[in-house]
């Protein structure tokens, strides 16, 4: 009896001993690692490896963001269970993390299993300039990431080569060091309390403590996987920056501009940061899988680009036609409510069919304007329209596309707005149309006044002030003067009066007037007013047609700058009531920048944008002013045929509502907003947008990813 308590001391802490060993680790393995994803612009330099616990990664990466991820799978042919640790593991260096995750929610690589990991690799922090050397930085690393860590102990933290921590089997929480350590001295009481005889509640208490240390010493297991890693950082310039830095050099072909400037809705400020590429043999840009040209860079430091067709071979140089949607006509069309109607199509160019996106039938009424539809209750045809405006009963005007060979350099072909007879129709936007009529006078004597009075209860127009009679009308044609009211009588008395804006011997053209308004006010309505903006262009609608199936998945890429629809009257011509002439300059006439530089969008119903209640397109597209597209070279201008700008015109006497357009050799002129021109649309880069490659020229196009 003696000896049997130290007998049964050693039955205790033997099988501590023999569980204190470590366990076998290569018993955990990697058998396989692929890659499942790359984010941003990370490259893999060259393939990964695996051995036993050792993965050797080799990457390059460009921006804060850029990850790689890789589907792992571990295998476990141990007697134990092992925790995986799931915490984010970092490097010293701070510009690079790593992330181990698993795939079902559960952390626990069962004993003689596979476990599926995910392994990613982040960018996480720009690395400073002073850090580089030619825009590069190599970031080489040597960590341990541990497959597990005790639910009793903090979750592991920044691992350095200072700061290791181990993987532990999930029953414990303590290293082996502190395992046989712990082992020892529990060793020494028990000892202690069977040598030295204490009263029994000593020994009771030291025994009770015993117990519960005992369990926390039991065995461990210790694993790490080894990642090996040497990561290139390459830091690439921003286009922006790149733009403005081919400014600074000598005789340089960009131009710093110096002047006022719109490019934020509601703010004119003093331009700073906008520099004019005119540089004809570095202005190339591949972005969004299509060739675009630096226009201009923006107060914002964004970069403006115009469209320039599509790559072939990675280069920008191509002259050939390809299929595309253009304008065929403009019609009347009746409509049905049973036809289905949409806000966007997708076109086939091989089937040459279109197929309305999210077709619907609609009540006919000012919903169907802007709307698509194949007059039909299919949702597929091979000529589509666009519904523009109304006309009387369930009549529209409707702009008619078909699919067919269009300019390298064009989105399309499409009329500003199907009808060119109201000046409205010079709004990329509008609502109130007034529509001009025109006749005859023949031989009939009316009555001509330089004013009016109405009468609200009788709804009725009274000529007043200078009233001028003209008995024969292609004598006096020229001689009305002051006198554009008219109410093609004797009496000048009327329920809805006309006002003429131009003459000539044998036609007049006026606008009918009524409920009391005046040329002013129907000015007003159509240019002028808070709900301006409420009905989409026939050439809205086609752009953001086209930007939906094309670029809306690079939105963020985009910034939300000013495009300028400017319709500040510069001449009123005969729509001048105080205006002598009506038989020559009778024009209304709006801003023109034919010889200007002025970048200033003067009203806030003009400032076209995302974020612009008063004017709000639905994605940043649209179309250049003239205004920039004075400050190029006719030269880099040119197309085979012409295409639209932005920027009204004018309302002619002879023809109607007309906007700006670059002829094919470059030059500046005016079309009406009926015309079938050339689309050319323009978007804007923001300022963080990198270059990933090239050299601006046409054969190798600056590369944005």
């Not at 922006?240 to 072909?253: L, Y």
């Not at 995302?610 to 250049?624: E, F, G, Q, R």
Request: aromatic letters at 12%.
């Amino acid at each position: 009896m003696k000896y049997l308590k130290y007998f049964l001391f050693l039955l205790l802490i033997i099988p501590f001993m023999v569980l204190a060993e470590e366990c076998d680790k290569s018993k955990i393995t990697i058998t396989s690692m692929e890659q499942n994803n790359i984010n941003g612009n990370t490259e893999e330099l060259s393939t990964p490896t695996y051995k036993d616990r050792n993965i050797k990664l080799n990457l390059k990466m460009y921006d804060v963001g850029d990850s790689i991820t890789y589907d792992m799978t571990i295998k476990n042919d141990s007697k134990e269970d092992y925790m995986i640790d799931e915490d984010t593991f970092e490097t010293d260096s701070d510009y690079i993390i790593y992330t181990l995750k698993t795939n079902d929610n559960n952390n626990v690589v069962k004993s003689n299993s596979n476990k599926d990991l995910e392994l990613i690799v982040t960018y996480k922090k720009e690395v400073e300039d002073d850090k580089l050397t030619n825009n590069k930085f190599n970031a080489s690393n040597s960590l341990k990431l541990s497959l597990n860590t005790s639910s009793k102990e903090e979750p592991l933290s920044v691992i350095t080569t200072d700061n290791i921590k181990e993987v532990k089997n999930p029953i414990t929480s303590v290293s082996s060091m502190m395992l046989i350590s712990t082992i020892l001295l529990t060793s020494i009481v028990i000892l202690y309390i069977l040598i030295k005889r204490r009263n029994k509640y000593t020994k009771y208490l030291l025994i009770l403590l015993s117990m519960i240390l005992i369990p926390t010493v039991y065995a461990i297991c210790t694993c790490d996987i080894e990642v090996e890693s040497t990561i290139e950082i390459e830091k690439k310039p921003k286009l922006f920056d790149t733009i403005a830095n081919i400014a600074k050099e000598d005789n340089s072909c960009v131009s710093k501009y110096e002047g006022e400037v719109t490019d934020e809705v509601g703010k004119t400020v003093t331009a700073t940061n906008v520099y004019f590429d005119k540089c004809a043999e570095q202005r190339n840009v591949i972005f969004g899988g299509f060739c675009w040209q630096v226009v201009r860079t923006t107060e914002t430091s964004g970069t403006k680009l115009i469209y320039n067709g599509e790559p072939v071979d990675g280069k920008c140089d191509s002259s050939e036609e390809y299929y595309g949607v253009r304008e065929k006509e403009s019609t009347r069309v009746e409509l049905n409510s049973n036809y289905l109607y949409s806000s966007y199509y997708k076109y086939d160019s091989e089937s040459r069919t279109f197929t309305l996106e999210e077709p619907g039938s609609l009540q006919i009424s000012d919903e169907v304007i802007g709307k698509y539809t194949c007059l039909s209750e299919s949702n597929t045809c091979e000529y589509l329209y666009n519904i523009n405006s109304y006309i009387g009963d369930n009549d529209y005007y409707a702009t008619k596309y078909e699919i067919t060979l269009v300019d390298h350099a064009f989105i399309g072909r499409s009329s500003f707005n199907s009808n060119s007879s109201s000046p409205a129709m010079v709004g990329y936007m509008f609502n109130k149309v007034y529509d001009f009529s025109s006749r005859n006078p023949g031989g009939e004597v009316y009555k001509f006044g330089n004013s009016f009075t109405y009468d609200t209860n009788t709804n009725t127009y009274t000529l007043s002030g200078e009233i001028k009679t003209v008995s024969k009308w292609s004598n006096d044609y020229d001689s009305i003067d002051n006198n554009h009211y008219t109410c093609w009588n004797t009496t000048g008395e009327c329920n809805k009066i006309s006002y003429v804006y131009y003459t000539n011997y044998n036609s007049v053209s006026y606008f009918y007037l009524t409920n009391g308004k005046s040329i002013e006010d129907i000015l007003d309505e159509m240019l002028y007013a808070e709900d301006v903006n409420k009905n989409s262009s026939t050439l809205k609608a086609f752009l953001e047609n086209w930007y939906k199936n094309n670029l809306v998945e690079y939105n963020d890429f985009i910034e939300d700058t000013v495009f300028c629809n400017d319709r500040t009257i510069s001449g009123l011509g005969g729509f001048n009531p105080n205006g002598g002439i009506t038989y020559s300059l009778s024009n209304l006439t709006f801003n023109s920048y034919y010889s200007s530089e002025n970048l200033v969008c003067n009203s806030i119903i003009d400032q076209f944008s995302v974020s612009n209640n008063k004017a709000k397109i639905t994605y940043p597209i649209a179309l250049l002013s003239d205004n920039e597209f004075f400050n190029l070279d006719d030269s880099l201008r040119i197309s085979n045929n012409d295409y639209w700008n932005f920027s009204p015109s004018s309302f002619s006497s002879s023809y109607g509502a007309s906007n700006k357009t670059i002829y094919g050799p470059g030059w500046l002129q005016d079309h009406l907003v009926s015309a079938k021109n050339g689309v050319r649309p323009s978007i804007s880069l923001k300022n963080d947008t990198k270059v990933y490659g090239g050299t601006g020229s046409e054969t190798d196009p600056w590369i944005i990813k």
